[in-house]
């Protein structure tokens, strides 16, 4: 077995560390998710380590120490962070010209070629489904005879082995949680809408909707839900229990939609229910009061669900599969049962216009979720939305994310510019937050929990901080567009 390094590696303050978000980026407030694509297959891999920089405060140069002594590094990439991270690969060979560097992530799944093309560092990407692809690597076995491999030969030509199967028993994918305790600091991982210390983890992968926009289902996961038994889940939770007792306050299931087999979420809420856990889960507005109620009953305190925006035409071109009234329906159950919810929205879909951004605005605040995410739509490689952008010529610039890491409009239409997008980002904020209702909220909160306190100060100022970035970004974007000349003007 060779001496195998899983790397998240250091990037822009504020980062979230490739996140099972939709995009990668900075964050409104300080906010770590846990590096499960990383941690998946290093609990495969017997001896290895997984260092994940970004929230433990980790530098290249802390890296380049720890890298010295190891023959294989895999390395979680994304579109916005790829230069980032071929930076620090590059220092990491330059450093120990025997060591194989290769990345793994939804880039270089549907890049590979390319990806390898760009940049010679990189001696091998894993595409799609890549566990136990890191896991033959690992094992040494000849690169020919690992499938879903692209690599780079000692004389520059690339090549590539046929597509992986996508893993069906998920039950017999070991649990992460060894690699978290042996590996990570779990007070080191913040989300503003979840207790602290949380923990978050897959049950599975893949997920049946298709929204267009949506990163991991149409580039690694699938859009079959593949996922273990209760019975398993609920082991790995007593696993779990066992390794961190009451330290950890929540669990999030972070699985695309967790409820969408709604008997088996039930089932696995039993368990923790059992072990006395409070948890929180992904899930779509088109769960049923009864399956709402089992869940609270059974310790379900939050759920994140993606209302897109208020619109029902731009939701219809999404591939949603949601109406607004079934939003509606749903918010009314969740707010009957003390369910709280963190609703998420995307500013910037086809065909965005100055009126459907005030839609959603007013939709955000009808719902009234207990806090809210605002996106900019990113047309990532692999996605149908990159295919629509490139279709339609909606790019209006390559990058994702600004040089600060805050997430820019990559996307403009006829009716709506990139400028424009961007400053709707922080319009929606002030006008769902800088209400009564979402002060007295914060307000309740901090009296009621000295942790969460001092938590809701700290991300006051991060917030505000934010605000004022995107602010300038905005201005500077205005700025950029006044001397370039349109193209009717050319």
Not at 111 to 128: A, G, K, M, S, W
Not at 235 to 255: H, L, N, Q, T
Not at 376 to 394: F, S, V
Not at 419 to 447: K, S
């Amino acid at each position: 077995m060779k001496k195998t390094l899983f790397l998240n590696p250091p990037s822009f303050e504020g980062f979230d560390g490739g996140a099972g978000s939709r995009y990668q980026a900075k964050r409104e407030i300080t906010s770590f998710w846990y590096p499960t694509w990383l941690a998946q297959p290093a609990a495969l891999v017997p001896g290895s380590k997984l260092i994940d920089a970004p929230p433990h405060g980790i530098t290249v140069e802390d890296v380049l120490k720890i890298a010295k002594d190891y023959e294989l590094v895999i390395m979680h990439t994304s579109t916005p962070s790829l230069p980032n991270d071929v930076e620090c690969a590059r220092r990491m060979k330059e450093q120990n010209p025997n060591l194989k560097v290769g990345f793994i992530g939804a880039h270089v799944a549907v890049l590979p070629e390319q990806t390898l093309r760009e940049n010679p560092v990189i001696d091998f990407v894993c595409r799609h489904e890549f566990d136990f692809t890191c896991l033959e690597l690992a094992q040494g076995k000849p690169w020919e005879e690992i499938k879903g491999l692209s690599w780079r030969e000692p004389d520059g030509t690339l090549r590539r082995t046929p597509d992986r199967e996508l893993i069906e028993d998920w039950d017999k994918m070991p649990s992460v949680f060894p690699v978290y305790a042996e590996n990570l600091d779990i007070t080191k991982y913040f989300i503003g809408y979840l207790l602290h210390p949380y923990i978050s983890f897959y049950t599975g992968r893949g997920c049946p909707a298709k929204c267009t926009f949506c990163l991991w289902p149409q580039t690694i996961g699938g859009h079959k839900y593949r996922a273990k038994s209760p019975e398993v889940v609920g082991r790995e939770m007593e696993m779990a229990k066992a390794i961190w007792g009451s330290k950890v306050r929540e669990y999030m299931f972070d699985d695309d939609t967790f409820t969408i087999d709604r008997a088996r979420a039930v089932e696995i809420s039993k368990h923790m229910k059992r072990l006395k856990l409070t948890w929180s889960c992904n899930a779509r507005a088109h769960v049923d009061y009864d399956t709402l109620k089992q869940l609270r009953d059974n310790g379900l305190r939050l759920l994140l669900v993606g209302f897109e925006s208020g619109n029902q035409q731009i939701l219809n071109r999404i591939k949603k599969g949601i109406k607004l009234e079934m939003a509606r329906e749903f918010m009314k159950n969740c707010k009957k049962l003390g369910i709280k919810v963190h609703g998420t929205f995307i500013i910037g879909l086809p065909i965005e216009t100055k009126e459907t951004v005030e839609e959603t605005i007013r939709f955000a605040k009808e719902l009234d979720p207990h806090t809210i995410q605002v996106s900019i739509a990113a047309p990532y490689p692999g996605t149908e939305l990159y295919d629509q952008a490139i279709a339609n010529g909606w790019i209006a610039r390559d990058s994702l994310v600004a040089g600060s890491g805050i997430q820019v409009a990559t996307l403009q239409y006829e009716t709506m510019s990139a400028a424009e997008i961007e400053d709707a980002v922080e319009r929606m904020y002030r006008q769902f937050y800088f209400r009564p209702g979402p002060i007295a909220r914060i307000v309740a909160e901090m009296l009621t929990d000295r942790q969460m306190f001092v938590r809701r100060l700290r991300e006051g100022r991060e917030f505000f901080n934010y605000l004022k970035e995107r602010k300038e970004q905005v201005r500077q974007r205005e700025r950029e567009t006044k001397s370039t000349p349109s193209a009717s003007q050319a």
